[in-house]
């Protein structure tokens, strides 16, 4: 599970590794590079499961490692995810504000630069089943309403 080592290691925080700017180059950045993206796929496997479980035999449902977490995708497109611990939905950014005003929840910043759509749901605020499956029909609904790729 994502928190089990966050608070053995200081520099990982929500699901990202914090380290210094390497002035190292060739070979060994690529290996420490590549060891910092490994600690970074870190994500609750216990909403996951939930998650799927609810998503069932969806029609193209397909997961993917994204975001240093897990992506559901159908049709092609993402509707919802696990993120560090929290759930990741991507919805109609025309309902964007409206749903930012539900409590637990922020807009997906990965960058610093909100994506417009996404939103980030506390794990606290989708614990119960029902509230889980409300967040993952509206993003199964925003991801139906999309054309197939």
């Known amino acids: 599970m994502a ?19 390497l002035n190292c180059a060739g070979p060994l950045r690529s290996l420490v590079m590549s060891l910092c993206n490994y600690a970074c796929v870190a994500y609750d496997e216990g909403l996951a499961n939930r998650l799927l479980a609810i998503l069932g035999e969806e ?7 994204m975001f240093g977490g897990l992506a559901v995708l159908l049709g092609g497109h993402m509707a919802v995810g696990v993120y560090g611990d929290d ?11 409206m749903l930012l005003a539900e409590p637990g929840t922020r807009p997906f910043a990965m960058t ?26 509206r993003g199964v609904a925003h991801a139906r309403s999309l054309p197939p790729k």
């Open 87 to 97: 759930l990741l939905v991507r919805t109609d950014p025309g309902q964007q504000d």
């Open 112 to 137: 610093g630069r909100p994506m417009k759509g996404w939103i980030v749901v506390d794990a606290s605020m989708c614990a119960e089943d029902e509230d889980l499956r409300r967040w993952v029909s």
């Open 59 to 65: 029609d193209g449902l397909a997961e993917k490692k």
């Open 3 to 21: 928190g089990s080592y966050r608070h053995a290691y200081p520099g990982i925080l929500r699901g990202r590794l914090a380290i210094p700017p």
